[in-house]
């Protein structure tokens, strides 16, 4: 896929005022410092498109993208966030779940987390909570780039062990990196290969 305009929608707290869901749409999460603003403007050519800040848990709002005026891309605030009042982070969960439940057009959740790392509660948790309630995922793996080959696969083969304790099979997943622009196209093209499958 080759992505020609991403254009900023709007930005919500309260979920009934998103845009109509006549459009698909792909939205991006992860716990806060994973890279989902970097990987965001990578994915979209786009530099400024997503707002990267040093302070985890920028992103306190659900914000809407349209891509090539066909599909949506959704930024969430993240999970599992480092600095912020145990009020925010209360209202930030409500926010994440009540659009994850609420949306039927939303075709897939990529859930970032961040391959330096092996597999973390938090991450594993959030994961087997959109299992049980049949909620479309796949995982990428950023900041490929920060380690090495054989150190990254020993990660993703942890996450594999850990996720098939409850999973008959690993998830669709993605190597990323927003600094060489690893995974780019294989992100991009199951987005497109699934939009050909819709009826929206």
């Known amino acids: 896929m080759n992505i ?45 498109l997503a707002k990267i800040s ?15 005026n066909k599909w949506y891309l959704v930024d969430l605030p993240g999970y599992g966030f480092a600095k912020v009042a145990k009020n925010t982070k209360q209202r930030f969960s409500k926010l994440i779940f009540s659009f994850i439940e609420s949306r039927p057009n939303l075709i897939n959740l990529f859930v970032l987390v961040d391959a330096r790392h092996e597999p973390q509660g938090k991450d594993t948790d959030f994961m087997e909570w959109l299992g049980v309630n049949g909620v479309p995922f796949s995982i990428i793996f ?8 054989q ?10 062990k850990e996720l098939l304790n409850s999973w008959e099979e690993m998830p669709t997943y993605f190597i990323s990196s927003a600094s060489n622009g690893l ?11 699934t939009n050909k499958t819709l009826s929206l």
């Open 151 to 160: 150190k990254l696969s020993e990660n993703v083969r942890a996450y594999e």
């Open 54 to 68: 040093s302070k985890p848990g920028k992103t306190q709002l659900v914000n809407h993208f349209i891509i090539n």
């Open 4 to 48: 020609t305009s991403a254009q900023f929608v709007m930005s919500n707290s309260d979920i009934t005022k998103c845009p109509t869901d006549n459009k698909a749409e792909y939205a991006f999460i992860g716990r806060s410092n994973v890279g989902k603003s970097s990987l965001i403007n990578m994915l979209t050519n786009h530099k400024g």
């Open 142 to 149: 950023t900041k490929s780039d920060k380690l090495s080959k």
């Open 183 to 193: 995974g780019k196209d294989e992100i991009l093209n199951f987005i497109e290969e």
